[in-house]
């Protein structure tokens, strides 16, 4: 079985290729409701839909940048527009429509643009300040809202309870069941009249109703859980300036006229225009199509909503929101087309067809078997042309019993038990800090062999404080020495330190609006920023004092950043970098001394800052190198500024402790068999004290530098990666090398984490890709899987556990079904085939479908992790789903009940000494009573798979308490008070004292069967 699964219902994690897709659903046979089944799918013709429009938006961008360039050109001899604003827009006090905004920017209309008097002139017609953004007052807001719309897509409508129960009854065998039920209504009441006539037909009325409703209550719980998370997914933040002040603001109330501020990695939020900012680049592919990135500044203004922010930062115009966007429109037929299937979704659509094929065969046989020992019986009495109503109704009763195998043979609640379980899996992991973005992350997780972490911000606390600097080439101790460091510097180089933290800055220092100073921006700038305000600096002075020329953001290939700034002195031009110490070191060849004097840097001097570099880094500390050069040559803004050159101004080594607990994580990882390295752009003795502090880097592992691993050869990384533990110094390329190799050549399942936009490829390339939430872009959270809200390793390992959790649920209740298909398949047919009767009645086998299908489902597929799972060795990718401990179980319960029922079908009457018109049927009720019994026990038997204490933990679990405890209610009312209707009757306390013991007799024979070794 195993083999034709993976031959033909076989999808990949992540990038399952739409023939693959198309393959298994063709390949899907005996589909009872393909509306239930298949919910949980993606919408190929809705996605074929989306990449129409995707094609249809690249046209008509590429023709509209193409019009936008010639009428650069022509721009002067334009006539002006003839727009007239409408009237209901005059009498709201704005001088222009969301109309004419929308196609502006869409349309890439420079000739609009300059009508309406270009950027600044369209903020004045939308009333809107440049510098000081829109006003908070809440009526204001709300009439911009009404006359603009809001920045919300156009989402499907939830359904509701009732859309739910009417798909769970498109079920193609409860409708045939349905049909049999009215025959026999109206044939009973015909020949028996009413009440009598009627108990089989609403008996078997009243079972659908009770599957449906149970089928459709679990469904719309599922579709509200799922709800639940996409509002999550969908929560993201973006600076703006309202009223003056900086703040964080949701992208769904985001209005036209709004300033967003922008930067590497964002995505931008709804269409607008670029008012000011450096060296933006922008990828406009997620759009488009189009792989190139588009540069917008002053002269092409033009911001996409849905675009990203590939290089540089800017503050932007909102002037279309909502589904007036291209993307919008985009968004709203992708949501459509769903997520694609999970790779266990597929698979056990696979057994599902597999299992309901042979059931249909042993349904046809049972019925030609059950129907030929009728004729027999007619043709040896000679009445086979005179039919009563009573063989009509048995004909009926012998047609429901073959469709009712149908029902219990075709196990249609596979698929949709790893969707249960993953919904309840991903409710859980959002308390738990994990935001699963596609379904499939949640059971590869349980897979995962290792995961490569970043260092700052995941294994660290990402709070970091200065507390060491060189400076001047004086080694002090910033944490101890505070304000006092201020007047041991000499004033000149304490001029250039602060007007090089100030200016050459991601971050900016602002006063929120309760009047307390804000440092805004990443943990590593505001550390610096903080030092700067501690040495005496002023952010907002600095700022005023020097015009800035130029712009090079930090990146994670160049490791540094860089300003050039226009001195007031003369306008003479002055550059700014930092970065990697080493890095910005060797682009030194001068130095600020202990005088304040610019010196040559000799070989003493490198040798001296190469050896404190290495003692900070040895102290677990990151450490920056600040330099500076002036330009006497002159420099043009399309120059890059130089990478040589530079006088060192100053080292400093900033403390980020490891977080609280990641060491146990580590420690936890190793004991589960997955491997975790640390992928950093540290320096290497940095890396490597945390490495060794968090438990990461022992005796025998290897820390190797990005440089030096990208030199190797393939059959050096073959002998090498096993040992790599530490990687420092790595570029997003090495990251992305290192999953690639340990994917494909060493064919681990590799989970890796990111944060920043150039992580986007190794988190895409990766079984699993985690994004954090705090720290990390836009970019790299559109990327990855699973979204770290904490950004705590720790949280990473809880995430593995769930997958485990979900994977090992789903292998539950696969055991524990197929065990229930097996019996009730071969009884049934058995049965028919040698005593020309089947024990188990449509009624009943329907009441058996419940419990093994929707309740064991809940029992079985939603119980919690615990701490056993980690001392397990993960799956990897080469693991068998149906294991062969799981066959043996199934085989070994299986074997166990048919005895038991068969036993009772021969020995029972004599045995309870049943005798008497109703005997058979108090032996068939008694049969019915054991069956179920065992599926009872075998329910708390398939807990464990391998472990013999099945209990452990049992009442953590609420729900499968609550699952057991309401089967045997029903299980009593159903025998005890629903005779009539189910074919049942009341049973004697020693028969159910019996009954209960043969189910029990299932634990220790299951015990028993996890001895023998597979």
Request: proline share 3%; glycine share 8%; with cysteine.
């Given at each position: 079985?195993?083999?034709?699964?993976?031959?033909?219902?076989?999808?990949?994690?992540?990038?399952?290729?739409?023939?693959?897709?198309?393959?298994?659903?063709?390949?899907?046979?005996?589909?009872?409701?393909?509306?239930?089944?298949?919910?949980?799918?993606?919408?190929?013709?809705?996605?074929?839909?989306?990449?129409?429009?995707?094609?249809?938006?690249?046209?008509?961008?590429?023709?509209?940048?193409?019009?936008?360039?010639?009428?650069?050109?022509?721009?002067?001899?334009?006539?002006?527009?003839?727009?007239?604003?409408?009237?209901?827009?005059?009498?709201?006090?704005?001088?222009?429509?969301?109309?004419?905004?929308?196609?502006?920017?869409?349309?890439?209309?420079?000739?609009?643009?300059?009508?309406?008097?270009?950027?600044?002139?369209?903020?004045?017609?939308?009333?809107?300040?440049?510098?000081?953004?829109?006003?908070?007052?809440?009526?204001?807001?709300?009439?911009?809202?009404?006359?603009?719309?809001?920045?919300?897509?156009?989402?499907?409508?939830?359904?509701?309870?009732?859309?739910?129960?009417?798909?769970?009854?498109?079920?193609?065998?409860?409708?045939?069941?349905?049909?049999?039920?009215?025959?026999?209504?109206?044939?009973?009441?015909?020949?028996?009249?009413?009440?009598?006539?009627?108990?089989?037909?609403?008996?078997?009325?009243?079972?659908?109703?009770?599957?449906?409703?149970?089928?459709?209550?679990?469904?719309?719980?599922?579709?509200?859980?799922?709800?639940?998370?996409?509002?999550?997914?969908?929560?993201?933040?973006?600076?703006?300036?309202?009223?003056?002040?900086?703040?964080?603001?949701?992208?769904?109330?985001?209005?036209?006229?709004?300033?967003?501020?922008?930067?590497?990695?964002?995505?931008?939020?709804?269409?607008?225009?670029?008012?000011?900012?450096?060296?933006?680049?922008?990828?406009?592919?997620?759009?488009?199509?189009?792989?190139?990135?588009?540069?917008?500044?002053?002269?092409?203004?033009?911001?996409?909503?849905?675009?990203?922010?590939?290089?540089?930062?800017?503050?932007?115009?909102?002037?279309?929101?909502?589904?007036?966007?291209?993307?919008?429109?985009?968004?709203?037929?992708?949501?459509?087309?769903?997520?694609?299937?999970?790779?266990?979704?597929?698979?056990?659509?696979?057994?599902?067809?597999?299992?309901?094929?042979?059931?249909?065969?042993?349904?046809?046989?049972?019925?030609?078997?059950?129907?030929?020992?009728?004729?027999?019986?007619?043709?040896?009495?000679?009445?086979?042309?005179?039919?009563?109503?009573?063989?009509?109704?048995?004909?009926?009763?012998?047609?429901?019993?073959?469709?009712?195998?149908?029902?219990?043979?075709?196990?249609?609640?596979?698929?949709?038990?790893?969707?249960?379980?993953?919904?309840?899996?991903?409710?859980?992991?959002?308390?738990?800090?994990?935001?699963?973005?596609?379904?499939?992350?949640?059971?590869?997780?349980?897979?995962?062999?290792?995961?490569?972490?970043?260092?700052?911000?995941?294994?660290?606390?990402?709070?970091?404080?200065?507390?060491?600097?060189?400076?001047?080439?004086?080694?002090?101790?910033?944490?101890?020495?505070?304000?006092?460091?201020?007047?041991?510097?000499?004033?000149?180089?304490?001029?250039?330190?602060?007007?090089?933290?100030?200016?050459?800055?991601?971050?900016?220092?602002?006063?929120?609006?309760?009047?307390?100073?804000?440092?805004?921006?990443?943990?590593?700038?505001?550390?610096?920023?903080?030092?700067?305000?501690?040495?005496?600096?002023?952010?907002?002075?600095?700022?005023?004092?020097?015009?800035?020329?130029?712009?090079?953001?930090?990146?994670?290939?160049?490791?540094?950043?860089?300003?050039?700034?226009?001195?007031?002195?003369?306008?003479?031009?002055?550059?700014?970098?930092?970065?990697?110490?080493?890095?910005?070191?060797?682009?030194?060849?001068?130095?600020?001394?202990?005088?304040?004097?610019?010196?040559?840097?000799?070989?003493?001097?490198?040798?001296?800052?190469?050896?404190?570099?290495?003692?900070?880094?040895?102290?677990?500390?990151?450490?920056?190198?600040?330099?500076?050069?002036?330009?006497?040559?002159?420099?043009?803004?399309?120059?890059?500024?130089?990478?040589?050159?530079?006088?060192?101004?100053?080292?400093?080594?900033?403390?980020?402790?490891?977080?609280?607990?990641?060491?146990?994580?580590?420690?936890?990882?190793?004991?589960?068999?997955?491997?975790?390295?640390?992928?950093?752009?540290?320096?290497?003795?940095?890396?490597?004290?945390?490495?060794?502090?968090?438990?990461?880097?022992?005796?025998?592992?290897?820390?190797?530098?990005?440089?030096?691993?990208?030199?190797?050869?393939?059959?050096?990384?073959?002998?090498?990666?096993?040992?790599?533990?530490?990687?420092?110094?790595?570029?997003?390329?090495?990251?992305?090398?290192?999953?690639?190799?340990?994917?494909?050549?060493?064919?681990?399942?590799?989970?890796?984490?990111?944060?920043?936009?150039?992580?986007?490829?190794?988190?895409?390339?990766?079984?699993?890709?985690?994004?954090?939430?705090?720290?990390?872009?836009?970019?790299?959270?559109?990327?990855?899987?699973?979204?770290?809200?904490?950004?705590?390793?720790?949280?990473?390992?809880?995430?593995?556990?769930?997958?485990?959790?979900?994977?090992?649920?789903?292998?539950?209740?696969?055991?524990?079904?197929?065990?229930?298909?097996?019996?009730?398949?071969?009884?049934?047919?058995?049965?028919?085939?040698?005593?020309?009767?089947?024990?188990?009645?449509?009624?009943?086998?329907?009441?058996?479908?419940?419990?093994?299908?929707?309740l064991g489902a809940l029992a079985l597929a939603t119980e919690p992790p615990n701490n056993e799972l980690m001392k397990r060795l993960p799956v990897g990718r080469r693991g068998n789903f149906i294991t062969n401990a799981m066959w043996r179980n199934i085989l070994g319960q299986s074997v166990y009940q048919f005895i038991v029922i068969w036993f009772l079908q021969a020995k029972g009457k004599s045995m309870f000494g049943l005798d008497g018109p109703d005997s058979t049927l108090m032996l068939n009720t008694l049969i019915f009573n054991c069956f179920v019994f065992c599926q009872v026990f075998n329910e708390i038997s398939s807990r464990e798979m391998e472990e013999i204490d099945v209990f452990k933990g049992i009442l953590d679990n609420y729900v499968f308490v609550v699952v057991i405890g309401a089967t045997v209610f029903f299980q009593i009312i159903i025998i005890e008070f629903l005779g009539t209707f189910a074919s049942t009757t009341p049973l004697t306390i020693v028969q159910w004292i019996f009954s209960i013991i043969i189910g029990f007799l299932g634990m220790p024979i299951a015990a028993g069967l996890k001895m023998i070794p597979v």
């Open positions: 079985m195993e083999s034709y699964l993976n031959q033909n219902f076989d999808v990949k994690a992540k990038h399952s290729s739409e023939e693959a897709l198309e393959k298994w659903r063709n390949l899907c046979g005996v589909v009872k409701n393909p509306k239930r089944r298949f919910r949980f799918t993606a919408n190929l013709s809705k996605r074929y839909e989306a990449a129409a429009m995707r094609r249809t938006n690249q046209e008509k961008l590429r023709i509209a940048v193409l019009v936008s360039k010639a009428a650069f050109q022509f721009i002067s001899g334009v006539a002006p527009s003839d727009y007239t604003v409408p009237e209901e827009v005059k009498a709201a006090g704005f001088d222009i429509c969301a109309d004419e905004l929308g196609s502006i920017v869409e349309s890439h209309d420079v000739k609009k643009l300059k009508f309406h008097g270009g950027v600044d002139g369209l903020a004045g017609k939308l009333k809107a300040s440049p510098t000081e953004g829109l006003s908070t007052d809440a009526a204001h807001l709300s009439q911009r809202q009404d006359l603009f719309g809001i920045n919300k897509f156009a989402e499907s409508e939830l359904k509701s309870f009732w859309v739910f129960v009417w798909e769970a009854l498109q079920d193609m065998t409860l409708m045939i069941l349905g049909v049999c039920a009215f025959v026999s209504l109206i044939v009973g009441i015909a020949t028996e009249g009413w009440p009598k006539g009627s108990h089989d037909g609403l008996g078997i009325v009243a079972s659908i109703l009770l599957v449906v409703f149970v089928t459709a209550t679990s469904d719309y719980r599922q579709s509200l859980q799922f709800r639940d998370l996409d509002k999550e997914k969908k929560k993201i933040t973006v600076q703006v300036t309202r009223s003056g002040f900086r703040q964080k603001l949701s992208i769904y109330d985001l209005l036209p006229g709004d300033i967003v501020h922008l930067a590497i990695g964002d995505q931008v939020p709804a269409d607008g225009l670029f008012l000011s900012g450096f060296s933006v680049v922008i990828d406009e592919s997620s759009l488009t199509g189009e792989s190139e990135p588009v540069m917008v500044n002053a002269q092409n203004p033009f911001l996409l909503s849905g675009t990203k922010v590939q290089d540089g930062s800017c503050k932007m115009l909102i002037t279309t929101v909502g589904m007036r966007t291209q993307w919008g429109k985009l968004m709203a037929t992708l949501t459509e087309g769903g997520d694609d299937e999970t790779p266990l979704q597929v698979k056990l659509n696979g057994v599902a067809t597999i299992i309901g094929k042979i059931g249909l065969f042993f349904a046809v046989v049972t019925f030609a078997v059950l129907v030929q020992g009728m004729f027999m019986r007619k043709l040896s009495t000679g009445t086979h042309w005179i039919w009563s109503g009573d063989e009509a109704l048995e004909l009926l009763e012998y047609f429901a019993i073959a469709v009712t195998i149908v029902v219990v043979a075709v196990p249609e609640g596979l698929p949709l038990a790893v969707t249960l379980s993953l919904a309840f899996a991903m409710k859980k992991m959002m308390n738990d800090k994990a935001l699963v973005r596609h379904l499939a992350a949640c059971e590869t997780m349980g897979s995962a062999t290792t995961i490569c972490s970043d260092k700052t911000g995941t294994l660290t606390t990402n709070h970091m404080t200065v507390v060491k600097s060189c400076i001047c080439m004086n080694v002090q101790d910033v944490a101890n020495k505070g304000s006092s460091l201020q007047s041991e510097i000499p004033e000149s180089a304490l001029k250039l330190l602060i007007q090089s933290i100030f200016n050459n800055t991601g971050g900016e220092v602002v006063v929120n609006k309760h009047g307390k100073t804000e440092i805004l921006g990443t943990p590593t700038e505001t550390a610096i920023l903080e030092l700067g305000l501690s040495l005496g600096g002023k952010f907002q002075e600095e700022r005023k004092s020097y015009k800035v020329i130029k712009v090079e953001p930090f990146n994670s290939t160049k490791k540094r950043m860089g300003v050039v700034i226009e001195l007031p002195e003369g306008g003479s031009l002055r550059a700014h970098t930092k970065g990697a110490s080493e890095i910005v070191l060797a682009a030194c060849d001068k130095v600020v001394n202990s005088s304040g004097e610019v010196v040559p840097l000799d070989e003493e001097s490198i040798k001296y800052l190469n050896v404190t570099i290495n003692e900070f880094a040895n102290e677990a500390l990151r450490t920056l190198c600040l330099a500076y050069m002036d330009l006497e040559n002159g420099f043009s803004p399309d120059e890059a500024i130089p990478a040589s050159g530079f006088t060192c101004v100053g080292i400093v080594g900033i403390k980020d402790p490891v977080r609280a607990g990641v060491k146990e994580s580590v420690e936890l990882c190793r004991r589960a068999g997955i491997t975790v390295r640390m992928v950093t752009g540290d320096n290497i003795n940095t890396a490597k004290a945390i490495a060794r502090e968090c438990g990461i880097l022992t005796d025998d592992g290897i820390a190797i530098e990005g440089p030096v691993f990208r030199e190797k050869s393939q059959e050096e990384l073959l002998e090498l990666i096993p040992k790599i533990q530490v990687m420092a110094r790595s570029s997003p390329m090495d990251k992305h090398t290192l999953v690639k190799q340990l994917r494909t050549t060493f064919d681990e399942v590799v989970a890796v984490t990111g944060d920043g936009t150039n992580d986007a490829p190794a988190l895409h390339e990766a079984d699993i890709g985690l994004a954090m939430g705090i720290a990390g872009t836009e970019v790299a959270k559109e990327s990855a899987d699973v979204i770290i809200l904490d950004d705590n390793f720790s949280t990473i390992v809880t995430v593995a556990k769930w997958g485990r959790s979900v994977y090992i649920n789903i292998q539950k209740f696969v055991q524990f079904q197929l065990t229930v298909n097996v019996v009730a398949l071969i009884v049934n047919f058995s049965s028919a085939c040698l005593t020309g009767d089947a024990p188990l009645t449509a009624v009943q086998l329907l009441w058996v479908n419940m419990i093994m299908d929707t």
